[in-house]
């Protein structure tokens, strides 16, 4: 029996990872322990990836109806989200940006603060958190394409928002991945590193395109589209151009999508028993109200 329970332990015990840092795990005090109780509490890999999938089409799908200015303007008794303001670039993206790091942040406090995970900082929860994938920007670039109403492209400025938060917190997670693995790197830790920098690469021209796409709108107020050329960029209305300047971002969109989703689930799955987030109903709660709330300040300040 003594045997029969030292080799189980032995079992549990290879189903940690030191290939990956420290800092890249979520996990109690008891389960690094190899505590057999403790790890069977632990939910499984497939419940974290569902609730991810489930924060992603809620974003998505709702953020869809916020990120509409028109919308916002009505809601607001015509007092936010007016048409006619002028580069909104410069600023409307701080809202998304910031409400997306206190989502990670209060995550990670949420984290810290369950029994037994005190030895999770706060801060390194908050930062693994930035690699999760986030799909609401393919989505608003979709409906900025192939959605007018009388020349007015209502989606607009929460495309041109989140794709420059989302940039920021692409670049934030890869020198915080590259950061802490400096110390430890190894063909898994190595590999999911690469895979974090191609896929920002990605989103880079992705983000690119739209910038480019969407600064005349942005810089006359919603008014450029009287016109088919500015600064040498087409901008005309036509179902052929917006079909073009979709597929040009979906071509690298969708790509430096699923490489996330590929080293989202190499991590978590490398991690094994190591990877133990309590409370995924309150993080997914979390990861809806705050970036839902970065998209409607993002439209109502234009």
Same mark, same amino acid.
């Given at each position: 029996m003594a045997d029969s329970w030292d080799s189980y332990n032995y079992t549990v015990a290879s189903q940690s990872s030191p290939q990956l840092p420290d800092t890249w795990k979520i996990a109690p005090l008891d389960v690094l322990n190899g505590d057999i109780d403790a790890i069977a509490?632990?939910?499984? @890999?497939? @419940? @974290?990836?569902?609730?991810?999938?489930?924060?992603?089409?809620?974003? @998505?799908?709702?953020?869809?109806?916020?990120?509409?200015?028109?919308?916002?303007?009505?809601?607001?008794?015509?007092?936010?989200?007016?048409?006619?303001?002028?580069?909104?670039?410069?600023?409307?993206?701080?809202?998304?940006?910031?409400?997306?790091?206190?989502?990670?942040?209060?995550?990670?406090?949420?984290?810290?603060?369950?029994?037994?995970?005190?030895?999770?900082?706060?801060?390194?929860?908050?930062?693994?958190?930035f690699v999760r994938p986030r799909i609401s920007v393919l989505a608003l670039a979709t409906m900025s394409c192939f959605f007018m109403s009388r020349e007015d492209y209502p989606w607009m400025y929460a495309l041109l928002a989140n794709t420059i938060a989302e940039f920021i917190l692409q670049v934030i997670a890869d020198i915080w991945v590259i950061y802490t693995g400096i110390n430890r790197w190894n063909t898994t830790a190595l590999g999911i590193a690469a895979a974090m920098c191609i896929s920002t690469g990605l989103f880079f021209i992705v983000a690119l395109l739209i910038v480019i796409a969407s600064r005349p709108y942005d810089s006359t107020g919603g008014q450029v589209f009287h016109i088919d050329y500015a600064a040498g960029f087409k901008v005309s209305n036509s179902f052929g151009n917006r079909f073009c300047n979709w597929f040009a971002m979906m071509m690298f969109g969708v790509p430096s999508y699923l490489i996330s989703w590929g080293f989202f689930t190499s991590l978590i799955t490398t991690a094994k028993t190591e990877w133990c987030p309590p409370k995924l109903a309150a993080q997914v709660a979390i990861w809806v109200l705050f970036p839902l709330l970065g998209t409607i300040f993002g439209v109502a300040v234009c």
């Open positions: 509490k632990c939910p499984k @890999t497939s @419940t @974290t990836f569902i609730a991810f999938a489930i924060s992603n089409v809620i974003v @998505t799908v709702v953020g869809i109806l916020l990120g509409c200015r028109p919308i916002i303007h009505k809601l607001s008794c015509h007092v936010l989200g007016k048409r006619g303001k002028q580069n909104t670039i410069l600023y409307n993206w701080i809202f998304p940006l910031a409400l997306h790091v206190g989502a990670n942040a209060l995550v990670g406090v949420v984290i810290h603060n369950t029994p037994g995970y005190e030895n999770v900082k706060v801060q390194d929860a908050m930062m693994i958190y």
